[in-house]
C-alpha cells in the first residue's frame, strides 16, 4: 500500500520561492513520467522526510483540485550537513509496470564461530514491480563457514523481481577472523633489545650485579 501525501500546486519558482517554502516547512518538488509535462507542487516538509527515509518508497500523490498520482522518489536533494530535503523528484508509476531501481541488501543469521563476513555489495539493482518493491532482500549466512561465498546469482529473490546484477559478482564471503600479531621487540641506540611494555632491556645480564 502507498502512503500518501497532500500536495499543494506552486506558482512560483526560482531560489527565493523555493526558500521561502521551506522556511514554511515545505519541499518544492516536480513530479513527472509518462509522458505528461511536469508537475510543480510542494509536500509537507516533515511529514516528507520522514516517508523518505525508506527507499523506494511508493507514495500517493493528493494534489489539491486534481486527481492523485502514485510516483516513486526518482532524485531527493538534502542539505549536507542538517539532512533536511532541499528538493524532490518524484517519477509517476502505473499499476503492472516495472522499474529500475537499488534495493538495500540485508545479512541476517550467523556463521560460524569466529568468522568473519566480508560483504561486497550493501544494494542490489533489480527489476521490480512498481507497486511492490521490497524493502529489503536478505542474505542468509546462517551456518556458513569459512572459505564460502555467496554470489548475486545465488541469491532468493521475492516474486516478480528480476536482478540486474552480473550473477558472479561478489556478495559476500566467509573469513576467518584476523589473528593479532604480538608486538616486535625494540632494539635501543646500542642494539640491545628492549622489551616493548617496559621499555627495559629484555634478556641481558646485569655486569654491575656483582
Known sequence: MADRLTATPRTEFGKGASRRLRRNDKIPTVIYGHGTDPVH????????????RQSN????????????????PKQVQ???ITGFLKHVDL?????????????????????????LVNQDLTSLP???PATN???????????LEVGDQILAGD???????????DPES??????PQPVAEPEPELEDAEGDIVDSDTGEDADEDDEDSE
Request: glycine share 8%.
Open 41 to 52: 507542487v510542494s509536500l509537507p516538509g516533515k511529514e516528507t522526510f520522514l516517508l523518505l
Open 57 to 72: 518508497v511508493l507514495l500517493t500523490i493528493d494534489i489539491e483540485g486534481q486527481k492523485s498520482i502514485t510516483a516513486l
Open 78 to 80: 538534502r542539505d549536507p
Open 91 to 115: 517519477l509517476i508509476v502505473k499499476k503492472g509496470e516495472k522499474v529500475n531501481v537499488d534495493v538495500a541488501l540485508t545479512v541476517v543469521g550467523e556463521a560460524e564461530r569466529g568468522a
Open 126 to 128: 533489480v527489476l521490480a
Open 133 to 143: 518493491i521490497p524493502s529489503e532482500i536478505e542474505v542468509s549466512v546462517e551456518g
Open 155 to 165: 541469491l532468493v529473490l521475492p516474486e516478480g523481481v528480476v536482478s540486474e546484477q
Open 170 to 175: 561478489m556478495v559476500l564471503n566467509i573469513a
